[in-house]
């Protein structure tokens, strides 16, 4: 850029770049009015040139009477230098106090560089700015910097990470190389039913899909988010579908919560305790789903979630013994004040939520500091309690499924994905506002006004509410924190969609022209601090997933072997289409249909067909496709080429490949339309064939299209190993127990008694046979 305007540092100032960079890396300055609105949308004045110049004596003054940054990150091992800003002639003192309660006194405090005048409760003050050095040392950790200058005391959060983050896979002892790749299915919880399935896939089902995957040679589940979903959708007493629509998990109302909707009921120890009049209405219940299961009509959420709701409430309410009583005590002392804050506004959403005004609770309680959020909570303790339980049941659940994954030998287990935002009507969002007499000023966790670009399309972009960046950076990025412990529960490895769009972002002005965005630092540096200390405190690796269709050097750099090591290959396209509908422009076809094409539809399809020829024609020259299969649009019959592009996908020298298993099993319905509405039943398609015929976890094994596709990617990542299916995995049976056995529960003590799988023999041992042969 030739010149910097005052606007232009005031934005910089702000962690807003005045230049963009687009994904052919043409640098371009960024329009004064996205400038002006984003930083309004920050709390900053920018509209007048008095305002920019009164902003930035703000900031600057802002600076000096914190006395301490917003946050210090650091690595271990390596001597920080702290800019710290005293009273002229005051005695001061610098302490780090730890999170395990030491206290530890910071001597090296260099002398005065600088001297500055500032307003302090209205009187002019002298305060110098010197440079405090950290000791060495440090443990890593979540600590914190206190200043006492004066009779004034200034605190910081202090975040020590480690000095350097293992590769991926070498916790469980890989080499990270080629030889040690892997691959795994990609799904969506909510499509993947069977038999016992209540309308929706379940914790049980997945116990499951990991047994299937695993006897097929997968070493991983990439699952994606499985976030609470919006109150106001969950909440709808009525049987019949929510006239809001469905919402997305990739725009959840918390990324803190998981969604009961996934729980598998009869999984609950507390069933074993219920009586049976009790019983046979819970039983009723899901035996109302037996057959819907086996049709591909779309999931209706409400019902099933009313349903499930129901059985969890009889459950709650059955005396629980002592052992369940201490360990939901513990998992409640130790949950975040954000996954209470979801509980209390559940409960209040059930509470007040009528069929006329499902958001009647946002006018009893508008922000979750007023009187009428804490008097609801003492008077309605025990409604709070019940959405934490179901909470502790989903780790319960979860944990139970990580133990299926390593009992049948699979070197990872879940990955599970984390969603790019939250809604903006949402959990999240009620528990970051701030109360009357908040130290923010007023100011939300989360911002309004402005909107993501630059994600995925099937993210919802403008629906998302992005992270203040001073906010997350004064609490010590707490909410990256809790999300990925949450993300964590029962997880073999964590996968965020471009992990790097959690500390830079693309926000745009609403309603601004579609190029028209700048990139936002939201602190990228302590971001990727707390990554670092969150995967070595949880025993995990945070990965990246990246389509082959999104970027072409990225796709160059797998064939090459120099991508990151941390990255999951997958061939699903950013629309989440299908790949046999997406070689043939279903995806443009669809949402013309839907009427929610934006753009000239000529062009459109024109410029969609020189993208996706360019990956075909390039399986094509590595031998994966035939050149007359590479023709985008003309595909008479879409499998060869979905067959051809999982073979190109095991040429990319990738540690980890992820197949989708909607197209494993051929399907083409999309599971979103973006843009489409109510027209189409977004995130509510389940799994099927290219029939629409649904495809259950009972018949998946059985399915041509999982052996092929199991067989192509087990003999690319270990060297000619080639697993036959010529009959059903054990353990598929229509009457096959509960998959959640029971060593979660006597893990935790619980007095339940354990269900034996009969899969248990024929798959740790086909396991073990995959060890020695790799």
């Given at each position: 850029?030739?010149?910097?305007?005052?606007?232009?540092?005031?934005?910089?100032?702000?962690?807003?770049?005045?230049?963009?960079?687009?994904?052919?890396?043409?640098?371009?300055?960024?329009?004064?009015?996205?400038?002006?609105?984003?930083?309004?949308?920050?709390?900053?004045?920018?509209?007048?040139?008095?305002?920019?110049?009164?902003?930035?004596?703000?900031?600057?003054?802002?600076?000096?009477?914190?006395?301490?940054?917003?946050?210090?990150?650091?690595?271990?091992?390596?001597?920080?230098?702290?800019?710290?800003?005293?009273?002229?002639?005051?005695?001061?003192?610098?302490?780090?106090?730890?999170?395990?309660?030491?206290?530890?006194?910071?001597?090296?405090?260099?002398?005065?560089?600088?001297?500055?005048?500032?307003?302090?409760?209205?009187?002019?003050?002298?305060?110098?700015?010197?440079?405090?050095?950290?000791?060495?040392?440090?443990?890593?950790?979540y600590h914190t910097l206190v200043l006492t200058d004066g009779d004034a005391e200034h605190r910081c959060p202090l975040i020590v990470a480690p000095a350097a983050t293992p590769d991926p896979g070498s916790r469980a002892g890989q080499a990270g190389d080629a030889r040690e790749r892997m691959w795994g299915l990609c799904a969506d919880l909510y499509a993947i039913r069977s038999h016992r399935s209540w309308g929706v896939g379940d914790f049980g089902d997945l116990s499951d899909l990991v047994i299937a995957a695993a006897d097929r040679g997968a070493d991983f589940i990439r699952l994606g988010p499985i976030h609470a979903l919006p109150i106001r959708e969950t909440n709808v007493k009525s049987s019949k579908a929510s006239p809001l629509g469905t919402p997305s998990p990739y725009v959840p109302s918390s990324r803190v919560a998981i969604d009961p909707i996934y729980l598998r009921i009869e999984d609950v120890p507390e069933i074993g305790h219920v009586p049976a009049a009790q019983r046979e209405a819970i039983q009723s219940l899901g035996r109302g789903w037996g057959r819907p299961n086996a049709a591909a009509e779309p999931i209706p959420r409400a019902k099933v979630l009313g349903d499930k709701l129901a059985a969890l409430r009889i459950l709650y309410s059955m005396p629980p013994t002592p052992t369940r009583r201490r360990l939901?005590?513990?998992?409640?002392?130790?949950?975040?004040?954000?996954?209470?804050?979801?509980?209390?506004?559940?409960?209040?959403?059930?509470?007040?939520?009528?069929?006329?005004?499902?958001?009647?609770?946002?006018?009893?309680?508008?922000?979750?500091?007023?009187?009428?959020?804490?008097?609801?909570?003492?008077?309605?303790?025990?409604?709070?309690?019940?959405?934490?339980?179901?909470?502790?049941?989903?780790?319960?659940?979860?944990?139970?499924?990580?133990?299926?994954?390593?009992?049948?030998?699979?070197?990872?287990?879940?990955?599970?994905?984390?969603?790019?935002?939250?809604?903006?009507?949402?959990?999240?969002?009620?528990?970051?506002?701030?109360?009357?007499?908040?130290?923010?000023?007023?100011?939300?966790?989360?911002?309004?006004?402005?909107?993501?670009?630059?994600?995925?399309?099937?993210?919802?972009?403008?629906?998302?509410?992005?992270?203040?960046?001073?906010?997350?950076?004064?609490?010590?990025?707490?909410?990256?924190?809790?999300?990925?412990?949450?993300?964590?529960?029962?997880?073999?490895?964590?996968?965020?969609?471009?992990?790097?769009?959690?500390?830079?972002?693309?926000?745009?002005?609403?309603?601004?022209?579609?190029?028209?965005?700048?990139?936002?630092?939201?602190?990228?540096?302590?971001?990727?601090?707390?990554?670092?200390?969150?995967?070595?405190?949880?025993?995990?690796?945070?990965?990246?997933?990246?389509?082959?269709?999104?970027?072409?050097?990225?796709?160059?750099?797998?064939?090459?072997?120099?991508?990151?090591?941390?990255?999951?290959?997958?061939?699903?396209?950013?629309?989440?289409?299908?790949?046999?509908?997406?070689?043939?422009?279903?995806?443009?076809?669809?949402?013309?249909?839907?009427?929610?094409?934006?753009?000239?539809?000529?062009?459109?399809?024109?410029?969609?067909?020189?993208?996706?020829?360019?990956?075909?024609?390039?399986?094509?020259?590595?031998?994966?496709?035939?050149?007359?299969?590479?023709?985008?649009?003309?595909?008479?019959?879409?499998?060869?080429?979905?067959?051809?592009?999982?073979?190109?996908?095991?040429?990319?020298?990738?540690?980890?490949?992820?197949?989708?298993?909607?197209?494993?099993?051929?399907?083409?319905?999309?599971?979103?339309?973006?843009?489409?509405?109510?027209?189409?039943?977004?995130?509510?398609?389940?799994?099927?064939?290219?029939?629409?015929?649904?495809?259950?976890?009972?018949?998946?094994?059985?399915?041509?299209?999982?052996?092929?596709?199991?067989?192509?990617?087990?003999?690319?990542?270990?060297?000619?190993?080639?697993?036959?299916?010529?009959?059903?995995?054990?353990?598929?049976?229509?009457?096959?127990?509960?998959?959640?056995?029971?060593?979660?529960?006597?893990?935790?003590?619980?007095?339940?008694?354990?269900?034996?799988?009969?899969?248990?023999?024929?798959?740790?041992?086909?396991?073990?046979?995959?060890?020695?042969?790799?």
């Amino acid at each position: 850029m030739a010149h910097m305007t005052p606007l232009h540092d005031l934005a910089a100032r702000c962690g807003i770049s005045p230049v963009t960079r687009d994904d052919d890396g043409t640098q371009r300055p960024v329009p004064e009015a996205v400038l002006t609105g984003l930083l309004e949308a920050l709390g900053v004045a920018a509209t007048t040139d008095d305002d920019v110049a009164a902003s930035l004596q703000q900031l600057a003054d802002d600076e000096v009477r914190r006395g301490l940054p917003r946050c210090v990150t650091m690595r271990a091992g390596a001597p920080e230098g702290v800019p710290v800003h005293v009273r002229e002639g005051a005695p001061y003192r610098l302490l780090i106090e730890t999170e395990d309660g030491a206290v530890l006194p910071v001597e090296a405090i260099g002398e005065a560089t600088a001297t500055t005048s500032v307003m302090v409760d209205g009187t002019p003050q002298l305060r110098q700015c010197r440079t405090a050095v950290l000791p060495e040392g440090l443990p890593t950790g979540y600590h914190t910097l206190v200043l006492t200058d004066g009779d004034a005391e200034h605190r910081c959060p202090l975040i020590v990470a480690p000095a350097a983050t293992p590769d991926p896979g070498s916790r469980a002892g890989q080499a990270g190389d080629a030889r040690e790749r892997m691959w795994g299915l990609c799904a969506d919880l909510y499509a993947i039913r069977s038999h016992r399935s209540w309308g929706v896939g379940d914790f049980g089902d997945l116990s499951d899909l990991v047994i299937a995957a695993a006897d097929r040679g997968a070493d991983f589940i990439r699952l994606g988010p499985i976030h609470a979903l919006p109150i106001r959708e969950t909440n709808v007493k009525s049987s019949k579908a929510s006239p809001l629509g469905t919402p997305s998990p990739y725009v959840p109302s918390s990324r803190v919560a998981i969604d009961p909707i996934y729980l598998r009921i009869e999984d609950v120890p507390e069933i074993g305790h219920v009586p049976a009049a009790q019983r046979e209405a819970i039983q009723s219940l899901g035996r109302g789903w037996g057959r819907p299961n086996a049709a591909a009509e779309p999931i209706p959420r409400a019902k099933v979630l009313g349903d499930k709701l129901a059985a969890l409430r009889i459950l709650y309410s059955m005396p629980p013994t002592p052992t369940r009583r201490r360990l939901f005590a513990d998992f409640c002392r130790q949950a975040p004040e954000s996954l209470k804050r979801w509980a209390l506004m559940s409960a209040a959403a059930a509470h007040y939520a009528t069929g006329r005004n499902p958001d009647a609770w946002r006018e009893k309680m508008p922000h979750p500091h007023s009187r009428t959020a804490a008097e609801f909570s003492e008077e309605h303790r025990t409604d709070v309690e019940f959405w934490l339980w179901t909470q502790f049941l989903a780790v319960e659940q979860l944990r139970q499924v990580k133990a299926v994954a390593a009992q049948v030998g699979m070197r990872v287990g879940l990955i599970t994905d984390i969603a790019p935002g939250i809604s903006a009507e949402g959990g999240d969002w009620w528990a970051g506002l701030p109360g009357e007499d908040a130290d923010s000023g007023g100011q939300s966790l989360y911002l309004d006004g402005i909107e993501r670009r630059g994600g995925s399309a099937s993210s919802g972009d403008a629906a998302l509410r992005p992270w203040n960046p001073q906010l997350l950076a004064a609490d010590g990025y707490t909410a990256v924190r809790d999300m990925l412990r949450t993300a964590a529960a029962g997880a073999g490895a964590i996968s965020i969609e471009r992990f790097s769009s959690l500390g830079r972002q693309r926000w745009a002005v609403t309603d601004a022209e579609e190029d028209a965005w700048a990139e936002v630092d939201l602190g990228s540096e302590a971001v990727d601090a707390v990554l670092a200390l969150e995967s070595e405190r949880l025993g995990l690796d945070i990965l990246s997933t990246t389509s082959v269709w999104e970027d072409p050097e990225l796709r160059h750099s797998f064939a090459d072997g120099t991508a990151p090591v941390e990255t999951i290959a997958v061939l699903t396209p950013p629309t989440h289409t299908p790949l046999a509908s997406y070689i043939n422009l279903g995806d443009i076809e669809a949402a013309q249909k839907h009427k929610a094409l934006d753009g000239d539809v000529h062009q459109l399809t024109s410029d969609a067909r020189t993208a996706r020829q360019e990956v075909l024609k390039e399986a094509a020259e590595l031998g994966a496709l035939a050149p007359t299969e590479t023709m985008v649009g003309t595909i008479d019959e879409p499998w060869p080429v979905v067959a051809g592009l999982h073979t190109y996908l095991g040429q990319l020298n990738a540690a980890y490949l992820g197949a989708s298993l909607m197209d494993i099993v051929g399907q083409e319905a999309p599971p979103h339309i973006p843009g489409a509405g109510e027209s189409h039943p977004n995130w509510s398609v389940v799994l099927q064939d290219a029939n629409a015929q649904a495809v259950l976890i009972e018949e998946l094994d059985q399915h041509p299209g999982f052996a092929q596709i199991a067989n192509t990617l087990s003999e690319q990542v270990s060297g000619g190993l080639r697993l036959e299916a010529t009959e059903p995995a054990a353990g598929f049976a229509a009457d096959t127990g509960s998959t959640a056995a029971g060593e979660l529960q006597s893990d935790a003590g619980a007095d339940t008694a354990g269900r034996d799988r009969q899969a248990t023999g024929s798959t740790a041992a086909s396991a073990r046979t995959r060890e020695e042969d790799r």
